[in-house]
């Protein structure tokens, strides 16, 4: 049998597993250890166990857990709200101040949990309800909260990012610095619309003569009122740039920051929200072992999936057909990308990196894209995965605190997003020094 056929095979087994529902864990490593007893020689049944040890036992995924520790903490505690309220207090005369504050305070706060559903829900459960008590239609409120979101995954310390290191044998060091050009380029585009959208719906309250419309009723905060908004926020800003400094200074390792990060976010929950008893971090504890566990399982069976292709030259065929086609470097890169992009219907981010990693990197690679800036503009790829059906993890998210925002509106305020990232992967494409400079500038 060629491997063509086997991987025809493969890949149909695997979309029947996922079609009928099956976890995605389960469904990879089911056919990965069905093929394994079918077409490997028996033994090697013997030695998935070892596999898979062997493929999580990296010091560069033990960060994973720790980042997961880090974000729940601080997402179970109000800082998100705060930090939020204190956008809004501090840029209330900027016009469409309230939904900037959004894009910002998502940016931050992604920066600072590291996960994409955590900052939906952290910032949209006190932003939504504020932009449509000022006038802002709910699916624009849902579709921005929706799409600030997606910034977990790009910006450091994006689990994303570290399973992208692994697969791709990439220092996880630069892949962080290169994140955070991208992200600064995707938070002015979308703090600019919300500007844009708030100008069209004050326009047409004015045109509708309605001066009591929310939208147009306008409170100035002093300045008492600001620098009464920091204290709570300051610590976690100051938490976020100790991160920063201590893993790009050299000061410690990402393993080793991750520890410190998750810490430190204990500490201060503690401090600032007498999160500090037993019932108050049983939640934190729980969910970040069950999130880490789950994640966890998905890498293994991933990478068990990743054997399996290697060992029956699935990927090795693949990737040299993708070669022999002969497609120009840019030709190659949009077929890659718009690989990525159907399989964001279905697969959440992490399978799809570790999945496709075999098959897709030789090719980028042997055409001379380098693999630091492609895992940056794949991630930015997925990230509208996040945010279009049928799967758009942050949609739900946003459907589940917001109940009364049906999907149709939510999917509909996020497709401006979505047009909004394909442009960022154009402009990455034709300067990709946005993502690339800051690594070089440090790493050399």
Not at 171 to 191: C, E, I, K, Q, T
Not at 266 to 287: E, M, N, Q, S, T
Request: charged share 10%.
């Amino acid at each position: 049998m060629t491997p063509l056929d086997l991987g025809l095979m493969y890949g149909g087994a695997t979309l029947a597993a996922l079609f009928f529902g099956i976890p995605i864990a389960f469904a990879l490593g089911g056919v990965a250890t069905v093929f394994m007893m079918v077409f490997m020689p028996a033994a090697s049944v013997d030695t998935i166990a070892q596999n898979v040890y062997e493929e999580l036992a990296s010091i560069t995924l033990l960060t994973i857990p720790l980042f997961i520790l880090k974000g729940a903490a601080i997402g179970k505690s109000r800082a998100g709200k705060d930090l939020y309220d204190a956008l809004h207090v501090w840029l209330n005369r900027v016009p469409g101040g309230l939904g900037v504050a959004v894009v910002i305070a998502c940016g931050l706060f992604a920066a600072m949990a590291g996960s994409s559903p955590a900052t939906c829900s952290a910032i949209g459960s006190s932003g939504i309800p504020e932009m449509r008590r000022r006038g802002y239609s709910p699916g624009f409120a849902a579709g921005l909260v929706a799409a600030g979101g997606t910034l977990g995954i790009l910006l450091p310390p994006s689990v994303t990012l570290i399973l992208y290191a692994v697969a791709a044998e990439q220092s996880l060091g630069r892949l962080f610095l290169a994140g955070l050009g991208p992200g600064l380029l995707l938070v002015g585009p979308f703090a600019a619309y919300a500007i844009w959208h708030w100008r069209g719906e004050r326009d047409r309250a004015l045109a509708a003569g309605d001066p009591s419309h929310p939208i147009l009723v306008h409170h100035r905060y002093g300045w008492g009122e600001k620098f009464a908004a920091l204290p709570r926020v300051l610590p976690f800003l100051v938490l976020l740039g100790g991160v920063m400094i201590a893993l790009y200074g050299g000061i410690a390792t990402p393993s080793e920051t991750a520890g410190l990060g998750a810490v430190l976010a204990l500490a201060l929950i503690g401090v600032v929200y007498g999160a500090w008893r037993l019932a108050d971090l049983k939640p934190i504890f729980v969910g970040s072992l069950g999130e880490s566990g789950m994640l966890l399982m998905i890498i293994g069976m991933s990478l068990l999936y990743s054997y399996v292709m290697s060992y029956l030259h699935i990927s090795q065929s693949a990737a040299g057909w993708i070669v022999g086609l002969h497609l120009s470097k840019w030709l190659l890169l949009a077929a890659i990308l718009l690989l990525v992009v159907m399989l964001g219907f279905f697969l959440p981010p992490v399978s799809i990196i570790l999945m496709t990693a075999p098959i897709i990197l030789p090719p980028l690679r042997a055409a001379g894209f380098d693999l630091i800036w492609f895992g940056i503009v794949m991630s930015v790829v997925m990230e509208m995965g996040l945010i279009h059906p049928p799967v758009g993890l942050n949609i739900f998210v946003i459907n589940r605190i917001a109940p009364d925002v049906g999907l149709g509106h939510i999917i509909w305020g996020t497709l401006p997003f979505v047009v909004l990232m394909a442009l960022a992967v154009v402009i990455l494409s034709i300067v990709p020094q946005i993502a690339m400079w800051l690594p070089t500038l440090v790493y050399g």
